[in-house]
């Protein structure tokens, strides 16, 4: 695996396209980055996981970073927004980010006025850094200006903590300024438990355990009676998030070494795959970037296996 990335070619700046029910989903991307392949599969033996991912010299292994964009007919949402450009230079350093999301979203024909609702899992600087824009003057605006902007509480209150532990993940930049102005709803466990949609066919689920208030977000398209007259389960994809990761993470006992509470992510990802298994999910995953989405079945063993979707038009 070679030391710096190589440059993008614009047919890869948007990772996948397909239509769940009446949405139009589109998995679009800001590049990837390079994280410690031993922080990310936690006590899983290097000489296991290198069998599916090559680490570089430095142990460092390629990760994606995946926006994914719901066309609802009436709306555009966002979820996720990369790392974003406020990086210092030791950190672009170290994770060989590119700031590609503004390219990837007009490469996906999504421009950024037109964007109603930003929604983030949570918000360590992988997953909301696009969020705001830093200027060369220095000033940091909104990148989706119409947008309403969702995270939780709870995730607002641990970055100000800034703990010895994962201050780094928490940059103020990318959220204070928007909680400041009134752009960004902070949701609490009630409002989440609750199972409001935050706008049809969008719902975020409680999945502690990455951090304490990480949300998955639902995509489940209204259903048209005339289509299924016989009942059963309508389509629906879920961004799970850092609950797992990529496509390399779906056995429940593989979890990261960043994860704050690894016997909670045990337990949620056993939660998810209740429903999603059985119910044949479309599973979005953060940080996979050739495999941005799969859905998850059991193999011969018992055992949570990705699989690739029918139909699935990745561009990979
Ligand atoms: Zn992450």
Known sequence: MPERVTPFEATELVRARRSVGDFELTICTDGTFLLDGGAMFGVVPKTLWQKRIAADASNRIVLGLNTAVVRTGRQ??????????????????IHQNQELLPASLAAAGVKPDEVDVVINTHLHFDHCGWNTTLHADGSVTPTFKNARYFAHAGEVAHGRLQLERDRVSYLAPNYEPLIESGQMTLLDDAAVLAGREICEGIRVEMFPGHTAHL????????????????????????????????????????????????????????????????????????????????????????????VLPKGCSSTH
């Not at 949402?77 to 350093?93: F, H, L, P, S």
């Not at 209740?274 to 941005?292: C, G, K, S």
Request: hydrophobic share 35%; charged share 25%; aromatic share 6%.
């Open 76 to 93: 555009t949402v966002v979820i996720e927004t990369g790392v974003g450009n406020k990086q210092t230079a030791k950190m672009r350093d």
């Open 215 to 306: 949300m998955g977000v639902h995509i489940e398209p209204p259903r048209r009676v005339e289509s299924r007259p016989g009942g059963g389960v309508g389509p629906h994809a879920c961004y799970i998030s850092d609950l797992i990761p990529t496509a390399h993470h779906v056995e429940p006992t593989g979890v990261m070494g960043y994860d704050l509470d690894p016997l909670g992510c045990i337990e949620e990802r056993k939660r998810f795959y209740q429903r999603a298994i059985p119910e044949e999910w479309l599973v979005l995953f953060t940080h996979d970037h050739d495999t941005p989405m799969a859905r998850v079945a059991v193999n011969e063993k018992g055992k949570p296996v990705a």
